[in-house]
């Protein structure tokens, strides 16, 4: 049985948030923490905050600016987070709504329906609840059938998700799955931290994937073959969850966001992440050459390069490894879907192309698919 991508959708939130305004705000802060903890800092009990810069960030990643799903609070220096309005039990939920946002243009290029889907996945870094899942919130909506849930699998959950997806319709539990990535990211960015303050943006992508048979799509791309790996690593982790509540203290200090050893990871997952593919493509008896194209996770431009030159033994070009990190930043699973989603109807009938995501676990995840 042949299983393809059918269908893909993006969702721009309607703010953005520039560099030169996150850098402002920061420093903003930075002095003002700075001179409330002066003497403390003097005494080398309390360390002072270092300023960033525009140039600073660029460099370090290659962002130059990111969407927001609210962007009022995250530049306040009484505030520094989004303030994003409480909803009712009865009310759809904020991570629901950006889902549908996704959903409901990839359903359209994929020539369907929410009846026609038997399966949702909702699968992103974070889910703004525990119970009941997003994914049967989604399916409501759209009147979709079957059954749904939630997947978490930080940056790697869009392809971790689509691999379930294929399993799913092999084994005959579903027919048309609908993957939807809602990365609500910003309420776990620390603002207050100079290293990690502009790392990520807020977005909502989705795919439909279905029989080959069932298809009518104008674009659409045949899986050839995933693989996934996950290897145990603490140098990302998000600690904020329940269970905070019965620990004690803060629970929402700094330690419960989104923190990194930045250093550690670009070592460490470079090299996993092209062993990973150069082994994919082996597996399909494909050689590296022959992909077309590389959607790869959007976390670090730095990052990126150094994969592509591994794999390809030279730079890539935009055209075979399109980056979109500059205006959407890091989006956790959804950059390589952004990446795919702005970058594969020219492919022709007959290419490759290579969808990867990497990220905290540490977990790889891809795709090897071929348009039809």
Excluded at 111 to 121: A, E
Excluded at 180 to 191: A, D, R
Excluded at 219 to 235: C, D, E, L
């Amino acid at each position: 049985m042949n299983v393809v991508i059918s269908g893909v959708g993006l969702w721009d939130p309607p703010h953005v948030v520039t560099n030169e305004e996150l850098v402002a705000s920061y420093n903003a802060y930075a002095n003002a923490f700075n001179a409330r903890h002066d003497s403390e800092i003097a005494a080398g009990t309390v360390v002072a905050k270092p300023h960033s810069s525009v140039e600073f960030i660029e460099k370090a990643s290659g962002i130059k600016a990111r969407y927001a799903y609210v962007k009022d609070g995250i530049l306040d220096i009484d505030c520094m987070h989004p303030r994003i309005p409480a909803r009712r039990d009865d009310e759809l939920s904020h991570q629901g709504e950006i889902a549908l946002a996704a959903a409901r243009p990839a359903l359209a290029a994929a020539n369907k329906t929410g009846s026609d889907v038997n399966l949702v996945i909702v699968s992103s870094a974070h889910t703004e609840r525990a119970y009941p899942a997003i994914a049967i919130e989604v399916q409501q909506a759209l009147g979709a059938s079957g059954f749904g849930f939630d997947m978490l699998v930080a940056c790697s959950s869009a392809t971790f998700a689509m691999q379930r997806a294929y399993d799913a319709i092999v084994a005959g539990s579903a027919n048309c799955v609908l993957v939807i990535n809602p990365e609500l990211t910003s309420p776990q960015v620390n603002y207050t931290d100079r290293d990690s303050h502009f790392i990520f943006g807020d977005v909502s992508t989705a795919t439909v994937i279905e029989r080959e048979e069932t298809c009518t799509a104008k674009h659409s791309y045949r899986i050839i073959g995933m693989k996934a790996v996950t290897q145990f690593s603490n140098n990302i982790r998000s600690n904020f969850g329940y269970v905070a509540r019965a620990e004690g203290g803060d629970p929402f200090s700094e330690e419960r966001l989104f923190h990194q050893n930045g250093r550690s990871v670009f070592k460490e997952v470079c090299p996993m992440a092209a062993a990973h593919l150069e082994a994919q493509t082996k597996a399909c008896d494909i050689e590296v050459a022959d992909v077309r194209r590389w959607w790869l996770h959007q976390a670090n431009i730095n990052m990126n390069q150094l994969i592509v030159r591994r794999l390809l033994g030279r730079d890539a070009s935009q055209d075979e490894a399109p980056t979109v990190l500059d205006t959407y930043a890091n989006t956790a699973s959804a950059g390589s879907i952004i990446a795919f989603a702005k970058h594969h109807e020219d492919l022709v009938a007959g290419d490759y192309g290579v969808i990867c995501s990497f990220g905290a676990g540490y977990s790889i995840g891809s795709l090897l698919i071929q348009k039809r």
